[in-house]
Structure formats: C-alpha cells, structure tokens
C-alpha cells in the first residue's frame, strides 16, 4: 500500500514538476491577438485569419484585440510592456519600423523590444490617378514643379508607408505634389474616386476595385517585379525609379523575451495556418502574398526598413515628430 500510495503521489505531481520546469503545454489558456488599427482593416482580417486556424490547431481562442491610435503606437506599446509569456502577440505591419524612425522620441524599439515569430505577408503599394489626369508616371516625375505642385496626391497618413514611398520619390526625382495627409487609406482613396484630389497611394490590394471598374487608373506599383493580380500595371522600376522598390509587410511578434519554444511552436503553427487553402484564397483576393519566415530571418527584415526608413528622413530633410 505505501509503494502505491507512492506512485500516485508521485503520477500526481507529475504535472507540478513540468510546469515548475517550464515545460507547460502551450497554450493553456487563451491568446490576446492585438491589432493595433480599428476593425476592418487588411491588419484586422490578416489576424483573424491566422487567429482562427491557431485556435483550431493548439485548442485555445487567439481573441483579436483591436488597440488603434497614433498610427499603430498605441497597441504596440501595449504589447511592448506586456508580459513575455507568449499570451500577448500583435499583427505588426510596416508602420512598426517607420513609426520608430520619424519621432524624436519613439515608444518603443522596434527590435529590443519584441521576439519576431514570423512574417506573414507581403503586398506593393500602388499610385493610382482620377481618370481625368492624363499624365503617366514618367511625364509626372518630369513635369515642372510649378505644374506638379498643384496635383493632390492623398496618402493614408504621416507613419505610413504610402507618405514615406512619397518622400522617397521626392528625394530621388525632385517630384513636388501637394501631399494630402488622412486618417487613413479609406478616406484617401474616396476622395480620389470622387475627383478631389487627383492621385492616391494605396496598397494594391486596396485599389485593385476601382481600376477593374474604371473609376481610377493604375500608373506603377512599387513591387520589384509585375504583380500576378494586375500584370499590366508597370513597375515604379519599369518608369525609371530604378532603386525605388517597396514591399508593405504583415508580421507577427511578441514581447521581448518570450521563451524560444513558444516562438518555435507559433512560428510552425503559423506556417501551417498560411498553407491553408481557404486561407491562400482569402490572401489572394487581397494581392497579399503568403511570404513565412523563420524568426531570424523577420528580424533582419527589421533591421533593413529601419535603415531604409532612417535613410528616407535623412535624404527628404523631413522633421522628426
């Protein structure tokens, strides 16, 4: 009777022993998923995808948090400052590095302060124009200033990658337009559907609607190559910006410091969720492309827009925030 007594005492704290090792199963318990942006948004979708699929492969919700302000700072602060136990991640996009580099003071570091876990998706942006401007990409980067001032180009706001792809172009070609700033791509792209303003970047994604229904022209994406969901858009290369090349990426992270075996077990589980077929065809429909990636290898992706991003400033003499 003591020899059994023995045993089960010792099969009963079997459990105690793991989890005070640090060998808890993961997850036991649900995941906060934030989004940094308002619901509805191409970050919103990409992490319900992806949230669902990981909730049906490891048997606990990853509950979409929607944090939005300040361009993304407020959520990914948020996340920055939580605990690194796997159970706070966030659907980070390119606003991550930029937001780093264009305030005197940034919230966080946009590499010290996060375990990368993978990259999930890719897509260009794209400068589309009212139908009533006749110009195309290269009569527009020739165009005289006093001509081109007067033409609104509508951006999604100061942290994102559609305002920074125009410093960019303004630096390099001497382009000058009339930047408008919005509170986001929506607002933008109404404005230059209904003729206000006659140009809008936009990720691909975003524009692909109007174009196919005539209501706005595509003149160049910024992807390296021709994208499969629209061949016949030329490349930002195609027109002469030949080292203008800029991808909107959509990642996933989690607080610095999260142990290495929760990152692998997320990045393998995320991979397997992309490879998804319902999920491929939702990613298309988006121009997004499936793009996952090892941990270290998101990282130096990081590490390349923060000095791409840091080099744009420098070059456009645009004041930090």
Sequence with gaps: MVLRSAILLLIASFPTALAAAGQEKYPAKPVRFVVPYAPGGGSDITARAIGQKLGEALGYTFVVDSRPGASGLVGTELVAKSPAD????????????????????????????????????????????HPSLQPTLKELIAMPKAQSEKIALGTSGQAGGPHMTYLWMRARTGLVLNEVTYKGGGPAMADAVGGQIQLVFTSLAAGIPFVKSGRLKALGVTSPGRHPAMPDIQTFQEAGLKDIAVLLWYGVLAPAGTPRDIVAILNREIAKSLRAPDV???????????????????????????????GVIAQSNEPLQ
């Design 86 to 129: 796997g159970y706070t991640l966030i659907l980070a996009d390119s606003a991550h590095t930029i937001n780093n580099v264009i305030y005197q003071k940034p919230r966080y570091d946009a590499i010290k302060d996060f375990a990368p876990i993978t990259l999930v998706a890719t897509t260009p942006l794209a400068l589309m124009a």
């Design 280 to 310: 491929r065809e939702r990613f298309a429909a988006l121009a997004l492309d499936i793009s996952p990636s090892g941990p270290e290898e998101f990282r130096k992706l990081l590490d390349r827009e923060l000095t791409i991003w840091r």
